[in-house]
Structures are given as structure tokens and as C-alpha cells.
């Protein structure tokens, strides 16, 4: 399975926005890029996904570099009930379909 | 509410006791994944099933068994628990294309 690489930590403002990178250089051209996160003693949720083409829905926008080496998810407002990890995944689009779990972002929303 | 179900929520076994982690869907999702998660570190896959009547192990097999009872019933056996078993255990399914997998709430597995 290819690997992602993703701060441990950050840390943003109530209301602001938050970029959260994610670099997977070993990518291959059938993996996409899928984020969930991990609010606290929670099983994790699913957050996006996509491919190539940059994408939105309700809870967050992911954009995707040309080369597919690296991501961001981005959060337009943060609010206090953001604060989690976040955990950018590879999945292949045929097999199995696992999902292998790195250690993730831990993100803290001050007030 | 449609969803993963998981039971029991909390768990408190002796060494070498044995006990069985229940999960049940009502999505019609093909899938079904169990996974642990020790302190502060990410989840780890036990076992899988891809579908009805088949299943694999993940990462970190050793010391659990997996029945896939029918479409909807995924459940995990600890035979002769280990205080290394002390964890928190997902449950989580997923139907085909590429949407994303529903997680349940977890149970807290404490093995003294």
C-alpha cells in the first residue's frame, strides 16, 4: 500500500480557515485520495475523496496538486466541533478495498 | 437510524477469558472491516470480509477470529484474551463503488 505523510499537529483559529497537507509521492494512477477524521472517542467519519479533479461538498474541499504527489484538505471555517484527526488514506479502486490507517493529523481549534 | 451497530460498548475480561464483539449493518453493504486502536495511535486492521461468505486477515490477526454470519453480521472472538488485546475495536463497512466506510461507535476492551 502507497504511504501518505501528514503533520502530526496543527493548530488554527475559531473561524479561520485550515489547510491540512498530505504528501503520498509513491501514488499510483488507480489510488484515490480519501480523508476521514476522528473526533474524540469516536469512530472515524468519512470526510472527501477524489481522484484528480479538485472537489467540495458539505463538509470540506480537497484539493489535489497536478502530479497527485501531495493533497489538502481544506476546512472554510473552522468551528471548535473540527477539532480532531484527520487521516489522509490511499485506496485502491479494485481489491480489496482496505483502509491502512497512518497516524494522522491531530488538529486543535482554539476559541 | 441506518448505520454500524456495535456491542458490547465496554468489555472488562481476565487474562485468558474469551468473548465475542458483535457488529451489525443495515446498510446492505458488502464489506465489513474490524480494526483496534491502541492509545494515541492509529487503527489497525484485523480482520476483513469482502463479501458474504468470505474473509481475510488484515495486519494484525493474531489472537482474534472473524465469523461473517450472513450479509449483515460481522463479529470478532477473542478465544483467550490477552492484556496486549486491551484496546478500542472498530467495526466498519463499506458497500461497492467508492464511497466512503461507516464506522461504529467502538467498544472499549479492557483485558486486567
Known amino acids: 500500500d502507497a504511504k501518505t505523510t501528514q503533520p502530526n499537529s496543527m493548530e488554527s483559529n475559531e473561524e479561520e480557515p485550515v489547510h491540512l497537507p498530505c504528501n503520498h509521492s509513491?501514488?499510483?494512477?488507480?489510488?484515490?485520495i480519501h480523508w476521514y477524521r476522528q473526533l474524540p472517542s469516536q469512530g472515524p467519519e468519512y470526510v472527501i475523496h477524489?481522484?484528480?479533479s479538485n472537489v467540495n461538498n458539505r463538509m470540506a474541499s480537497l484539493a489535489i496538486a497536478e502530479d497527485r504527489k501531495s493533497s489538502t484538505l481544506i476546512l472554510h471555517r473552522a468551528t471548535l466541533r473540527d477539532a480532531a484527526v484527520y487521516y489522509c488514506?490511499?485506496?485502491?479502486?479494485?481489491?480489496?478495498?482496505?483502509?491502512?490507517f497512518g497516524q494522522g493529523t491531530r488538529l486543535t481549534i482554539n476559541p | 437510524n441506518a448505520g454500524v451497530t456495535q456491542t458490547p460498548k465496554f468489555q472488562v475480561l481476565k487474562t485468558g477469558q474469551s468473548m465475542t464483539l458483535q457488529c451489525a449493518q443495515d446498510?446492505?453493504?458488502?464489506?465489513m472491516y474490524w480494526y483496534r486502536q491502541d492509545p494515541g495511535m492509529g487503527l489497525r486492521l484485523i480482520y476483513y470480509?469482502?463479501?458474504?461468505?468470505?474473509?481475510d486477515k488484515g495486519e494484525v490477526p493474531n489472537g482474534y477470529n472473524v465469523s461473517r454470519l450472513n450479509k449483515r453480521e460481522f463479529s470478532l472472538r477473542l478465544e483467550s484474551a490477552a492484556p496486549s488485546q486491551t484496546s478500542v475495536y472498530f467495526c466498519?463497512?463499506?458497500?461497492?463503488?467508492?464511497?466512503?466506510?461507516?464506522f461504529g461507535s467502538g467498544t472499549r476492551l479492557t483485558v486486567v
Open positions: 488514506i490511499l485506496r485502491l479502486i479494485q481489491g480489496a478495498q482496505k483502509l491502512v
Open positions: 509513491t501514488i499510483s494512477g488507480t489510488d484515490y
Open positions: 477524489g481522484l484528480t
Open positions: 446498510m446492505n453493504h458488502n464489506s
Open positions: 470480509s469482502a463479501s458474504e461468505g468470505t474473509t
Open positions: 466498519a463497512s463499506m458497500g461497492t463503488g467508492l464511497e466512503g466506510y461507516t
